[in-house]
């Protein structure tokens, strides 16, 4: 057993921190006690420490696969200037750079030996070439297709605990539900693994979701008084990241898109100057961010919204690493949801896809506390209303909705459960357009009965009609609205509605009027 005393003065030695966080150092114990780990921490936690600083104490080499190869040599070029002799292998290197790494873990010159899951390969002659004390698995969640950012090559990580069953195996992750926990563990092949569940309460994040409507004008107003912060937004589409790179730099912000179609030279580039505070703001598709050591990102946005929670809370996980107040931003749209349901539809796992995205459509459309919504999806029940959210910052108004949604329902009741939500919303607002014109929508009894509420407004409510289970969307049917049960309550039986006052909460909250 390692005494107190030494793994302080390690980690003041090496990392030159005074104390350990929460978790650090029970997980660090469990290490040095030969146990699987299965670390979950949130994003900034300090999970490396967990890994690297047994590395320094165990006799032999700590082998560290992860994903990261384009952060690899950065990772090394760290440790090995905090005096941690580290190393990685990966299919980039030259063979003669190769031999010289397996000389050096012979000599157990080297502590630290981080390998790409494509390089797995290698392996077998590490095991042989040196004496393996301890094998972490970064970015855990990658090996299952539960999870948000499933890799293929992962998957082949079960059989080093077959082949190796006496090196114990420390997995960690940012972002995992129980049920990736679970799978995680099945996958590596790892049953007995002592967890490690840190709290996922980023206090200092505040959370904002708005409506995605003007998105890039409510951009302009978010950051008036941030210039000089550093800022990432995440978008769905890599067309989109160019777009509003560009349009963010004709506004004068140093801002560039990163995405996976660029070239490799050029992420480096751009994500150096964003680590370096020469760059404002990234506009990126979620391939950028992983493994990104930034600590004062000062806030996300998400421009479209996000998979899952998993992935939205890791995105905004990488804003306020150092502790600092920061702020996160989701826009919210309906547009984005239908598109997502249809990549999840088309996906390996429809099913689990699907109701992870309905997850998070609920926690956008949330009308009570979000942090407690996200808290309570990854298992951890916080006994009071955050504060530091916008609905506990701007709790909604109920008002008695009943009437606004006998004419919705009865709307769609007379366009036959055939129309999608803009068009019963054209109907309800008396729209002149072609569409409606050809369908004859004019001469329907509730065409126009409602032209005193906006077109957002409507669409404000509809969604709350849907959330609150009166309204369907046939999302295979070219989401027609259909009525369900609860509807024909309201519609015969005057059944009471409640809705939240949209239009008061969100001028107290557009930012485009508010600062
Ligand atoms: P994660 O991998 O969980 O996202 P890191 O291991 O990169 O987090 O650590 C996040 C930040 O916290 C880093 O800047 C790291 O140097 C710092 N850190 C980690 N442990 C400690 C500690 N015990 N005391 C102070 N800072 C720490
Ligand atoms: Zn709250």
């Known amino acids: ?102 000389r050096k873990i012979e000599l157990n010159e080297i502590k630290l030996l981080y390998v790409a899951p494509e390089s797995l390969q290698y392996i077998d002659a590490v095991f042989s070439a040196g004496n393996i004390s301890l094998i972490a698995i970064d970015e855990a969640h990658c090996i299952s297709s539960w999870g948000h950012d ?21 997995a960690l992750t940012a972002t995992a539900d129980k049920a990736t926990r679970q799978d995680i563990c099945d996958q590596l092949n790892i049953p007995y693994a002592t967890h490690h ?19 890039f004008e409510q951009i302009l107003v978010f950051l008036k008084g941030r210039r000089g912060e550093s800022g990432i937004i995440y978008c769905l589409s890599r067309k989109n990241t160019e777009e509003l790179a560009a349009k963010l730099k004709a506004k004068g ?16 580039s751009i994500q150096e100057n964003f680590i370096n505070d020469k760059l404002e703001i990234i506009c990126a598709t979620i391939a950028f ?41 989701l826009f919210h749209s309906y547009a984005d949801v239908v598109q997502l349901q249809k990549f999840a539809e088309g996906s390996g796992n429809a099913e689990v896809q699907l109701a992870k995205l309905e997850r998070m459509k609920q926690y956008s459309e949330a009308l009570t506390c979000r942090r407690r919504i996200l808290l309570s999806y990854f298992g951890e029940i916080i006994p009071r209303d955050c504060g530091n959210c916008d609905v506990c910052k701007n709790p909604p108004e109920f008002f008695d909705g009943t009437i606004l949604a006998q004419k919705a329902l009865s709307t769609i009741y007379r366009l036959r459960e055939q129309e999608p939500i803009s068009m019963v919303i054209d109907v309800l607002r008396g729209a002149q357009n072609a569409q409606v014109l050809e369908k004859g929508f004019q001469n329907l009894k509730t065409y126009g009965i409602s032209q005193d509420v906006s077109w957002r407004d409507w669409q404000q409510y509809m969604i709350q009609l849907i959330n609150q289970g009166y309204v369907e969307i046939a999302f295979h049917d070219q989401n027609k609205l259909k009525l369900t049960s609860l509807a024909k309550n309201v519609l015969f039986d005057h059944q009471k509605v409640l809705l939240a006052e949209v239009t008061q909460a969100e001028i107290k909250k557009s930012p485009v009027v508010a600062e």
Request: aromatic letters at 10%; one cysteine or more; glycine letters at 8%.
């Open 197 to 215: 569940i840190s709290s996922f309460d980023r206090k200092n994040l505040s959370l904002d979701v708005r409506p995605g409507n003007k998105k």
């Open 253 to 268: 912000y140093e801002a560039e898109a990163y995405h996976a179609g660029l070239s490799h030279s050029d992420r480096i």
């Open 289 to 329: 961010g992983m493994g990104i050591d930034k600590s004062n990102v000062r806030w996300v946005i998400h421009y479209n919204m996000p998979k899952n929670l998993e992935g939205y809370y890791q995105e905004i996980g990488r804003a306020g690493r150092d502790g600092l107040p920061s702020s996160t931003l």
């Open 150 to 170: 499933f890799r293929p090559a992962y998957t082949q990580l079960g059989y080093l605990k077959n082949r190796h069953p006496q090196t114990p195996m420390i």
């Open 1 to 102: 057993m390692v005494e107190e005393v030494k793994l302080k003065r390690t980690l003041k030695e090496y990392f030159g921190y005074d104390s350990f966080r929460p978790q650090q150092e029970n997980i660090i114990r469990s290490v040095f006690e030969g146990n699987d780990n299965l670390v979950i921490m949130p994003t900034g936690g300090g999970k490396s420490i967990c890994f690297q600083l047994p590395a320094l104490l165990l006799p032999g080499i700590t082998i560290v696969i992860s994903p990261l190869i384009a952060l690899m040599k950065d990772q090394v070029d760290g440790l090995t200037a905090n005096g941690i002799p580290a190393a990685f292998l990966n299919s980039s290197q030259q063979e003669k750079e190769q031999q010289e790494i397996f």
